[in-house]
């Protein structure tokens, strides 16, 4: 409402209280019903009610001596007010009184936002995937691919590149080499030999026994 609309809204009221002030313990004008309150009133939100039209905008109870609260210019009893305005936990279906997570269009409170694994409560931090809120360990624990060398998981150091992928079977940068020298490929080059990755040199070697071997049982 800007400053225009309120002094109308001011000027309004004067000049119903003005039509009104000759009627004995006139209090104001309702703000529900628009009739004169006379005697006991009640007055709230800057307004004048009579006892009975001051009501929660939801249930219409009566506030009696109990809180009330406004939104939009609207009053509600403290139950409607906790369950339509701060709405529910989507977890523990309690009102969001306290400090909440906001997870999509979902609103739940901090210590019920937990990991959807192992229950520790999430800190703000998580990991979304597949429908599961998870926290950094379960997360790698569940996700992260395996060095097929080390069998230790693959973690994100920020480096350009992390992990090599050949075929179905993923390593680590550092695990990537020769099996018998240790040595990292160059260029890449790596020779298969029994399920075993070599340099050029030690699969000639390996080779060359394999041959004498061979030699040796005929």
Request: charged share 30%; with cysteine.
């Amino acid at each position: 409402m800007d400053q225009l609309d309120q002094l109308d809204e001011i000027e309004a009221t004067l000049t119903q209280d003005l039509e009104h002030v000759n009627i004995p313990n006139f209090k104001g004008v309702c703000g529900t019903c628009g009739e004169p309150v006379v005697g006991d009133g009640i007055y709230a939100m800057n307004k004048t009610f009579h006892k009975d039209h001051f009501v929660c905008c939801v249930c219409n109870e009566q506030f009696g001596s109990n809180p009330y609260y406004v939104k939009d210019g609207k009053p509600y009893c403290q139950n409607d007010y906790e369950n339509q305005v701060l709405g529910i936990c989507e977890v523990c279906g309690k009102p969001l009184i306290n400090e909440l997570a906001v997870v999509g269009e979902k609103k739940i409170h901090l210590d019920c936002f937990k990991c959807s694994i192992c229950g520790k409560v999430l800190n703000g931090k998580y990991y979304n995937k597949d429908g599961l809120y998870l926290c950094q360990e379960d997360y790698e624990e569940k996700y992260l691919p395996v060095c097929n060398r080390c069998h230790e998981k693959i973690r994100p150091t920020g480096d350009v590149k992390e992990a090599i992928c050949v075929g179905d079977k993923k390593y680590h940068v550092k695990c990537f080499c020769c099996k018998d020298c240790q040595k990292p490929f160059e260029d890449m080059k790596a020779y298969m030999f029994n399920d075993d990755y070599l340099c050029e040199e030690h699969y000639r070697k390996r080779k060359e026994e394999e041959r004498k071997n061979k030699e040796q049982n005929q």
